[in-house]
């Protein structure tokens, strides 16, 4: 749940941005592990084959102590790349526009004779890109969104981590395959 005000409800239905499925066979879920040292909250969301019943953290410990510190140490290597990082490949493979929404709406166009991985370099630089609105017009559409508070063309694919108004029609290992 992600909330500005520290009162209130404990649980409010409302307020949740992220879950982890706890639905399968007996098994040990690990959805995230929470730093208390360096104040840090990793989200690993996956699952280990456990006990039929009473699974804990005293009869889970084997998995526990093998799959949470290699998860932390691979997520933390950086080989892994970001959502954004997806994003950014299939943007410069797949269109001549790209919208690229942070604290403004940067434009960027492919240029004459720009191949592919040039474009991509640029698009992760940042560079060549011009102010703009967020418009998005009529037409085959890729949306890669943080927050799905945007209006798209009808049959526009997209990724949306927090959806809104918006919704993914394509999940996370689409990007990846």
């Keep these: 749940m992600l909330r500005d005000d520290a009162g209130g409800l404990h649980f409010d239905p409302r307020t949740v941005e992220l879950k ?3 639905q399968g066979e ?17 989200w690993l969301d996956v699952y280990a084959e456990g006990q039929l019943v009473f699974n804990n953290v005293a009869t889970s410990r084997r998995a526990i102590t093998n799959i949470c510190p290699t998860l932390m140490q691979y997520f ?4 892994r790349p970001t ?21 403004t709406v940067q434009r960027f166009r492919r240029r004459e004779g720009e191949e592919v991985a040039a ?3 640029r698009l992760a ?13 009529a037409g085959p559409t890729l949306a890669a ?3 799905g508070d945007v209006t798209l063309p009808d049959g526009a694919e997209r ?4 959806p809104g108004q918006v919704t993914s029609t394509l999940s996370a290992s689409d990007l990846i395959s």
């Design 20 to 22: 982890f499925d706890l």
């Design 26 to 42: 007996n098994g040990v879920y690990m959805p995230l592990v929470l730093d208390l040292r360096e104040g840090v909250l990793h």
């Design 76 to 79: 933390a290597s950086g080989i």
């Design 83 to 103: 959502m954004y990082e997806l994003a950014l490949l299939h943007a410069a493979s797949r269109s001549h526009t790209v919208l690229v929404r942070g604290k």
């Design 119 to 121: 474009f991509h370099a």
């Design 125 to 137: 630089r940042g560079e060549g890109g011009e102010a703009t609105t967020l418009s998005v017009g």
């Design 145 to 147: 969104l943080y927050r």
């Design 159 to 162: 990724y949306v981590l927090f």
